[in-house]
């Protein structure tokens, strides 16, 4: 239809005469009828074609304002309630950043949960996408200086003009369509082209919703494209324009003489090309009432140019430039050692299974190409069955090569490897894997190939989970964090109103000034997230997940551990070493009434009797029920017991000496009885130290720290297991039940700092009491919840690794917070007793010691020295200084058809 996008909507029995001023003149009164009745059949005659393409047509008739909100079936969210989204920020190099860009979002509709990590400069966003969108978050933390660190992705065989007219609107209102759809973050248009940041690591519901919602802006099946980036980011763009303004500060300084105003218009075009960046943060803040550094800066420089103090202006400016740029270097430095092995899930697998017919393939391909712009992950050489994972279901088989890291957790079906467990474990000795042994994603395949049906996929996998309690930990705030932040609250006002005070009091606005910039605790501010997420993530990489950094901090003051044998320092599979009888009983009578009896326990005993009793099988024992220190039931109408020797003497049991003469006193022994009297003892071998057991008692030992050794074996034998691994017998406690336990490590933690490491069941109430819980191997539940620490590998040494990085973080905290308060003490001082009155030194020392903390923090989980850490930073801005130039001097790459 030609003309403009006028239209008189009406119903079939409406009355559809016209008026009379749209009626031409008429001599008569019967003429105007006339010629009212021929307008009515002919808009009677188009009503009904009005009807049938109003919705399709509903878009264009809508204004910009209710663009957000078009209730067209075609442009409506097939999607709801809360999911979450994360993303890499720009610019997040500091807690007080990220506090307030927590602050920030949370007033936006429909966002339910914040966390913006300033240790991994990431924002995770829970949203109620019915109420908000993942867009204007982006928005918001973009007008706070932290833009969407990720490529720019172009629909291809689009422009911005074509496809706002296949849509009825224009840019501003295509725009605003297409940030409706879930995960996308912004929209530019690059040379009539149409190009996209969208959300990475995206949920196979959300993949699909984002290609869908996409396939309907565009009409067709949408194709994305990375991009060559050849637009300058606002980093680089403070990086380029500090250079011309270092230049007029040269000017400037050796410029005497110059008359006045045109020393002003050079410092004002200084200021301009190198601040611009710091007067939008320090404005973004002021609009979401947010106070922080950069205010801070902007009122210093704003009071420089005020009292013509034109160098100090302009050299504060540039030194808040280039500083800011180096910080948020060094963080990154720290966060790609922090990083270390969990980013371990490969993004594509080898299918070996006819694919499944799966909606959303371009847009899962294309997130997982953004996950891989931002990872540096190794992925497996590509073939034609080479998928992403989002494509994986369960049931599918994977085919895994020689030297590749495993995709899924799965069950091997074919083929025989060699596993490296080192991820999950912190394990580096392979191990053998062949049909029907179960695999876990991330874990490298040293020798194969094997082909594996997949039981969980992504975030459902092992490591999936702790990958993200390593996260979720390592951005918890330590007590002495939250006690920094709390400070930090109130000292940023404190200094913003008490600055000018002490400027009026001693008339010298210049000390208002110097206090605004030297007064603010960005230093203290990562003197302590730093280092301990550095930490945590060093852990993870031996296969230990603390659960943040006060568990880092209780490590540092253990002087008590406290360990259970069985599982902890002992492999926990006996072996059964003899079985005496009384006379006129048999081996294999006993040992079938001893199965019998332990058909349904899960205590290590019963597993070795299980297995012994296979060649002669199992008497039907009735009314199987657990005793304090063994199990008990019926047999043709007797009563049948079989656990310690003690717990049968309380139940009155008679035991002959003859069954226990000559018994060595470090075995296990349980004996079995019925009618009244013990018939049988049996004697198990269960002193199979794990490796490198007496070696972290020996280190413990070493660092000053007591070692005592609790289990519920006989009190012999575990004294013999402490002689072996060196610790006196005193200081062993054997025949001690779970309660026992609790109450023993309770008692000892009133007046020591205690560790507690068990891997039972019955150890979750004495790892939830002692001062430190370390749940070792089993990956029990009730363990992980009561459990500080997680150590899901076997090897004791994970303990003593964890104490001595927990140490060397503590120290690098305090000296962190000492060089943090000292120097900003000295400052304030230093002002207020007019000692120094340089704003650009007060700037250069206060930015120096927020470098210094950073790289001493990091120092935790990088190897080399601090030197070669300094100086990769500024080999790294010199670099970003060739690069911005580079991408500001080239020509426009003209998009593809």
């Known amino acids: 239809m030609d003309g403009p996008d006028d239209f008189i909507l009406v119903e079939d029995d409406d009355d559809i005469s016209p008026p009379d001023e749209l009626l031409p003149e008429a001599t008569s009164k019967s003429e105007k009828v006339a010629l009212g009745e021929r307008f009515s059949h002919l808009f009677k005659g188009i009503s009904s074609q009005v009807e049938a393409v109003k919705d399709r047509l509903k878009p264009r008739m809508v204004d910009v304002d209710a663009v957000a909100t078009l209730e067209a079936e075609d442009f409506s969210l097939e999607i709801d309630g809360v999911y979450t989204f994360e993303w890499p920020l720009k610019g997040m190099d500091c807690p007080d950043c990220a506090a307030k860009a927590k602050r920030a979002t949370q007033k936006l509709p429909g966002v339910k949960k914040v966390v913006i990590s300033a240790t991994m400069g990431t924002a995770s966003i829970s949203i109620d996408l019915g109420a908000g969108h993942t867009s204007r978050v982006s928005s918001l933390l973009s007008s706070l200086g932290h833009e969407p660190d990720l490529p720019w992705q172009r629909i291809q065989g689009v422009t911005a003009t074509g496809l706002g007219e296949k849509n009825g609107v224009g840019r501003t209102e295509l725009r605003q369509l297409l940030t409706q759809v879930p ?3 912004n929209v530019r248009f690059e040379d009539a082209s149409v190009e996209l940041q969208i959300v990475p690591n995206l949920e196979q519901k959300l993949t699909i919703e984002l290609e869908n919602g996409l396939n309907r802006i565009v009409g067709t099946t949408a194709i994305l494209k990375e991009v060559q980036n050849q637009r300058l980011d606002s980093g680089q763009w403070r990086l380029v324009s500090s250079i011309p303004a270092i230049v007029i500060l040269g000017i400037i300084i050796v410029a005497n003489g110059v008359n006045e105003n045109i020393l002003m218009s050079l410092t004002l075009l200084g200021v301009a090309l190198s601040g611009w960046r710091m007067f939008f943060d320090a404005w973004g803040g002021l609009k979401n009432k947010e106070l922080g550094f950069q205010l801070l800066t902007s009122l210093a420089v704003l009071g420089a140019l005020f009292g013509q103090h034109w160098s100090e202006a302009l050299m504060v400016s540039i030194l808040v430039s280039i500083s800011s740029h180096m910080e948020e270097s060094a963080l990154k430095k720290a966060r790609e050692a922090m990083q270390g092995g969990l980013d371990r899930l490969p993004r594509r697998a080898r299918r070996a299974t006819e694919p499944k017919k799966i909606t959303g393939i371009s847009i899962a391909a294309i997130t997982t190409s953004i996950r891989q712009a931002v990872s540096s992950q190794d992925e497996p050489i590509e073939d034609d069955n080479m998928v992403p994972i989002e494509l994986l279901e369960v049931g599918d088989r994977v085919e895994i090569r020689s030297g590749e890291v495993v995709p899924v957790d799965g069950i091997v079906k074919e083929g025989i490897g060699s596993l490296n467990r080192a991820p999950l474990t912190g394990e580096s000795i392979p191990i053998r894997v062949t049909n029907g042994d179960d695999v876990h994603a991330g874990l490298v395949l040293d020798r194969g190939p094997i082909v594996v049906e997949a039981t969980a996929i992504g975030v459902s996998t092992r490591l999936s989970g702790l990958i993200d ?65 550095a930490a945590l993530s060093t852990a993870s990489l031996s296969g230990i997940v603390a ?14 551990a406290l360990l259970d044998k069985t599982g902890t320092l002992t492999s926990g599979h006996p072996r059964l070493d003899e079985i005496r009888t009384l006379k006129g009983q048999t081996r294999d ?50 009563k049948v017991l079989f656990g310690r020797k003690d717990w049968l003497i309380r139940e009155g049991i008679k035991i002959a000496d003859d069954l226990l003469t000559g018994l060595q006193a470090e075995l296990g022994l349980s004996l079995l009885a019925k009618d009244g009297k013990a018939i049988a003892a049996f004697t198990f071998i269960h002193d199979d130290l794990r490796p490198g057991a007496a070696e972290m008692i020996h280190d413990l030992q070493s660092m000053g720290i007591a070692v005592e050794l609790l289990s519920g074996d006989a009190q012999a034998a575990v004294e013999h297991l402490g002689k072996e691994v060196g610790i006196p017998p005193m200081h062993c406690r054997g025949e001690i039940d779970p309660e026992g336990k609790a109450m023993w490590v309770e008692r000892r933690s009133q007046g020591r700092r205690t560790l507690m490491a068990g891997d039972g069941f019955n150890d979750a109430a004495a790892l939830a009491v002692a001062d430190l819980g370390i749940a070792v191997g089993s990956g029990e539940q009730v363990n992980l919840d009561a459990a500080d620490v997680l150590v899901p590998g076997e090897d004791p040494r994970a303990i003593t690794t ?81 690069e911005a130039l580079k991408l500001l001097t080239s020509k426009p790459i003209p998009p593809e058809p």
């Open 589 to 638: 009578s006993v040992l079938r009434l001893a199965a019998g009896l332990e058909q349904r326990s899960n205590h290590p005993y019963a597993a070795v009797i299980l297995r012994e009793a296979e060649s002669v099988g199992i008497e039907s024992v009735k009314s199987l029920k657990d005793g304090d220190a063994g199990v008990e039931g019926t047999h043709k109408g007797k």
């Open 547 to 560: 659960r943040g950094g006060d568990a880092l901090e209780a490590a540092a003051r253990i002087d008590l």
């Open 469 to 533: 309690e390593v996260r979720t930990f390592r951005d918890r705030p330590p007590r002495v964090q939250a006690t920094v932040e709390t400070f930090s609250q109130w000292w940023v006002p404190i200094v913003l109103i008490g600055a000018p005070l002490i400027g009026l009091m001693t008339g010298d606005i210049r000390m208002t000034l110097l206090l605004w910039v030297v007064a603010c605790p960005c230093a203290l501010l990562l003197a302590a997230p730093v280092p301990h997420a």
């Open 183 to 185: 995960a996308i973050l």
């Open 802 to 882: 964890l104490i001595r990085i927990a140490k060397r973080t503590r120290a690098i905290v305090q000296f962190n917070i000492a060089i943090s308060v000292l120097v900003t003490a000295l400052l304030v001082i230093a002002v207020i007793m007019g000692i120094t009155d340089n704003l650009a030194v007060g700037v250069a020392i206060h930015e120096l010691s927020a470098f210094i903390v950073i790289v001493n923090g990091s120092f935790v989980a990088i190897s080399g020295n601090r030197f070669s850490l300094v100086w990769s930073v500024f080999q790294s801005l010199f670099n970003d200084y060739l």
